[in-house]
C-alpha cells in the first residue's frame, strides 16, 4: 500500500512538472510575441524619418517656386528710355542720365506697358522699349505726372505680362521684391528683396525750381536706384503690388512705389477697349499728409480737403467750394487722394457722382456731372 502512495505522488509530481513546464512554454510564447509586436516601433520610426525628408523636399520645392516665380516675372520686365543710337540695344553703354533710363512692365499680351511718366515722358511722345535685346518704338497713350505713372504701346502681340494684386490691404513686414535696370543696361532684370517698411508715406520733390508732392506710397527696403524707376515691386506670389518710383538719396535702403490698385482701371480700360476715356472732376486736392506740407493740417481730420477749383471744370459748374473736405464719393469713404483718383478712373465723362462734403460745421451731399480730362 505505502508502495503504492509513493508511486501515485510520483506520477502527480510529474504531471504538475509538465503543467508547470507548459505554462512556463506559454508564458514565453506571449513574451515572444509581445516583443514581436514592439518592432512595430522601428517601423514607426522609419515612417517618422520619411516624413521628415517629405518635409525637406516640400521645402525644396517651396523655395523653387520663388526662384521660378521670379524668373517668370523678369520676363516682363523691359528697359525704357527717352533716346535711340545707332546700333545695338538703345541702352549699352550710356548712362541713365543721358537716356532718361528706367523699367517697365508689361501688362497685357498686345503690347501695353506700365512705367513713370518721368521715364516715359508725355502724353502722345515717343519712348524706346528694350524686349529681350530688341529695341521698339513706343507711344505714351496715357500719363499722368502727378502719380508719376504712364502707359506705353508698343506693336506687338503674344508678350508675356505681369498679374496685378492687391495694395488696398498691405501689412508692414510682408516680404517684397523689387525688379529694375539700375544704373545700365548691363545690369538689367536685377533683382533686390527686402519687406515692406512704412505705409502711406508722402514725399516733396523739388526739382525745376518747383514743388510736387506724391503721397500714399509703399516704403520698403528693397534697393532701389534710379534706373529701378518703373519696375514691380512684387509680392512673394509674384503678383505686381507697387511701381517703383523714387528713393532717398541722402539715406540708403529707404526706396518707394507707388501702390498698384490706382492705376487698375486706366489698364483695364487699355486692355480691354485699347483706349482709355478719363472723366474729370476738375479739382486740385489734398489728403492729410499732403495738408501737414501745406500748414491745413488743422483742416484736414477725415477726408480729402479742396485746394483749388480748376475753371471750366465739373467742378467749377457744381456748388462745391474751395476749402470742402470731400469725405465720401458715391458712399465710399474716402482717406487719400488715391483713393479718389482710383475711384474717378473708373467712370466715364458724363457719369455724375454724389459727394458727401463738410463746409464748416455742416454736412451736406452735392451731385457733379464729371468732365472730360
Not at 507707388?258 to 487699355?270: L, Y
Not at 458724363?350 to 462734403?357: C, G, H, N
Amino acid at each position: 500500500m505505502a508502495r503504492r502512495r509513493s508511486t501515485l505522488r510520483k506520477v502527480f509530481t510529474i504531471i504538475l512538472f509538465i503543467i508547470l513546464i507548459g505554462l512556463i512554454g506559454y508564458n514565453l510564447y506571449l513574451m515572444y510575441k509581445n516583443i514581436d509586436i514592439s518592432t512595430n516601433y522601428e517601423a514607426e520610426r522609419i515612417s517618422s524619418v520619411e516624413t521628415f525628408e517629405e518635409k525637406v523636399e516640400e521645402t525644396n520645392e517651396e523655395s523653387k517656386t520663388i526662384e521660378d516665380m521670379l524668373e517668370e516675372v523678369t520676363k516682363s520686365v523691359v528697359g525704357i528710355s527717352r533716346l535711340t543710337n545707332a546700333g545695338g540695344s538703345i541702352l549699352n553703354n550710356i548712362s541713365s542720365d543721358e537716356l532718361g533710363l528706367g523699367t517697365g512692365i508689361i501688362v497685357s499680351e498686345n503690347g501695353y506697358i506700365l512705367s513713370n511718366s518721368h521715364v516715359t515722358g508725355e502724353k502722345y511722345g515717343t519712348c524706346y522699349v528694350t524686349i529681350d535685346e530688341n529695341t521698339y518704338k513706343g507711344t505714351v497713350v496715357w500719363e499722368d505726372p502727378n502719380l508719376d505713372l504712364s502707359v506705353v504701346k508698343v506693336q506687338m502681340n503674344n508678350l508675356p505680362y505681369v498679374e496685378f494684386g492687391d495694395s488696398k490691404n498691405l501689412k508692414i513686414g510682408k516680404k517684397v521684391y523689387a525688379i529694375g535696370n539700375p544704373i545700365g543696361y548691363e545690369f538689367r532684370k536685377t533683382v533686390t528683396s527686402g519687406i515692406i517698411s512704412a505705409l502711406n508715406r508722402t514725399i516733396k520733390i523739388d526739382e525745376n525750381d518747383s514743388s510736387s508732392y506724391i503721397s500714399n506710397l509703399i516704403q520698403t527696403d528693397a534697393t532701389i536706384n534710379p534706373g529701378n524707376s518703373g519696375g514691380p515691386l512684387i509680392d512673394s506670389d509674384g503678383k505686381v503690388i507697387g511701381i517703383n518710383t523714387v528713393k532717398i538719396t541722402s539715406a540708403e535702403g529707404i526706396g518707394f512705389a507707388i501702390p498698384i490698385n490706382v492705376i487698375k482701371p486706366v489698364v483695364e480700360s487699355f486692355k480691354n477697349n485699347g483706349t482709355f476715356e478719363e472723366a474729370n472732376i476738375g479739382i486740385y486736392a489734398y489728403d492729410g499728409d499732403i495738408a501737414e506740407y501745406l500748414d491745413l493740417k488743422n483742416k484736414v481730420n477725415r477726408g480729402i480737403y479742396v485746394y483749388k477749383i480748376m475753371e471750366n471744370t465739373a467742378s467749377s459748374n457744381s456748388d462745391l467750394r474751395e476749402g470742402d473736405l470731400i469725405t465720401k464719393i458715391d458712399g465710399n469713404s474716402l482717406s487719400t487722394m488715391n483713393d479718389l483718383r482710383e475711384y474717378i478712373y473708373s467712370k466715364k465723362p458724363e457719369d455724375i457722382v454724389k459727394l458727401e462734403i463738410i463746409r464748416g460745421d455742416k454736412t451736406k451731399e452735392i451731385n457733379i456731372t464729371l468732365g472730360k480730362k
